[in-house]
């Protein structure tokens, strides 16, 4: 089976483009086991966060997904919260919900090489 990594998002604005079931999310989760699946206002939606070194440091994190986010043309919800909590939220605009293209983006920002940007644990 090809991995959500080696996939490529599709363009959003696609007619017969339609969010996920719950089932089906629940289905992808494993594959990007750091993320949690969330309802917010009626909407799915993945979220993980990290802590970053510095306020800087959350901004080259930033910069990062963003040019990622480019690449694949699909776009995630980025909040730099509390100085050094970096939030990524990920869901579909367009459907107003979860599609492939979620799961994908997570999978690869997981794979992005941004350790040197975090704190080793959550109370250093
Ligand atoms: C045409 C293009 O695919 C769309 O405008 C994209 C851009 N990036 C996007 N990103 C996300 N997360 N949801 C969208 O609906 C979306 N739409």
Redesign the pocket.
Known sequence: MQGLRDKK?V???LKELRPMTEDAAHTLMPQVSEWNLVKEDGIFKLKRTWKVKTFTKGLEFFKIVADL?ESE?????LHLVGWNNVTIE??????GGLTE??FI?AAKIDKLNVNDLLRRKPSD
Do not use: E, M, Q, Y
């Open positions: 998002c363009p959003c604005n986010a043309g699909h776009h995630p919800d990920i869901w579909t605009h367009a459907v293209n979620d983006l």
